[in-house]
């Protein structure tokens, strides 16, 4: 292999039904430095209860695949389900990260959905926000951050070795 030749990741899906999304857990096969992308919180819209069922899940693999999460990574803002984010990182640490156009897209669900004076706006809720060509290695193998607005303006894809997602 050369120096140009991405190394590959061990990828791992898993799939919520409910709500038609996949979240991925992926590792650096050698040193177990793993990220989690796009985790979902379990949500019950009839009762109005979230579960960590579908976390836990998360927790069990990589807890029975010895993996150290160093990010918990999130596309964009989802509509669709609720994040596992702060489930996870209270469970298996990792940072916390979304793409730095969040700061827009709270400010104009702000706006919208009239959220006052105490919701902030500045991104606080994340660890790190994004910028396109951010780097988020894994262990030996290389990762990066790719702009990809349009879904949303802090919608970002992540190239971890041979992988995008």
């Known amino acids: 292999m050369n120096a140009d030749t991405p190394l590959k990741p061990s990828v791992t ?7 038609g999304t996949w979240t991925y857990v992926v590792a650096d096969p050698v040193s177990r430095a793993a990220a989690v992308i796009d985790p979902v919180l379990d949500y019950d819209w009839r009762s109005g209860r979230t579960g960590e069922k579908s976390a836990n899940a998360l927790v069990a693999h ?3 695949e010895r993996l150290e999460v160093a990010w918990i990574l999130e596309t964009h803002a989802h509509a669709d389900h ?3 984010a702060p489930y996870l990182k209270s469970r298996l640490g990792g940072r916390i990260s979304i793409g730095r ?3 827009q897209v709270q400010a104009t669900f702000k706006r919208i959905f009239g959220l006052g004076a105490d919701f902030a706006a500045d991104g606080r809720q994340f660890d790190v926000l994004l910028a396109d060509g951010a780097r988020i290695d894994l262990g030996a193998v290389a990762g990066r951050v790719i702009a990809a607005p349009g879904h949303t303006s802090d919608s970002v894809a992540y190239l971890i070795g041979d992988a995008l997602f």
């Open 82 to 84: 609720l994040s596992a």
């Open 101 to 103: 156009g969040i700061l």
């Open 62 to 64: 990589c807890v029975s």
């Open 13 to 19: 899906p898993f799939y919520h039904a409910p709500t």
